[in-house]
């Protein structure tokens, strides 16, 4: 994941909890790379910090390989199966966030089950 991306989402959950720009927001994680992999492993990262930052992950995600060959030279996106790919996330991605078939109540859930440390700092969150 590009540090300039990590740096955007460790901003975007200040201050910790309720009042992040993040917390509570539903994002689903959309990547494009030149090879076949579709930036699988940037996504992984990006899934990771999304949901410590407080977003609510889903488990919706598109990896789009050989992106070269499904844009044309205004970086319009052409290829048809993407495009309905990306209907579908987009659909999807406003239901329910879950994770694994379960739905998610709090960001906490989703950094104990990518195995963070309870105790994370960034995982605190004030009760009202």
Not at 54 to 80: H, I, N, S
Not at 104 to 115: E, I
Request: aromatic share 4%; proline share 8%.
């Amino acid at each position: 994941m590009p540090g300039q991306l990590k740096h955007l989402v460790d901003w975007c959950s200040r201050p910790y909890g309720p009042e992040a720009a993040l917390y509570g927001k539903p994002a689903a994680v959309i990547g494009a790379s030149m090879t076949d992999y579709g930036a699988l492993w940037a996504q992984d990262h990006l899934r990771k910090a999304l949901g410590l930052a407080g977003a609510r992950v889903t488990k919706v995600e598109l990896p789009v390989g050989k992106a070269q060959e499904k844009f044309d030279e205004t970086g319009k996106l052409t290829d048809q199966e993407t495009i309905d790919q990306l209907e579908q996330v987009n659909r999807r991605a406003r239901g329910p966030p879950r994770l694994a078939g379960r739905e998610l109540s709090r960001p906490r859930t989703l950094a104990r089950d990518l195995g963070r440390p309870a105790g994370c700092p960034s995982l605190h969150r004030r009760r009202r």
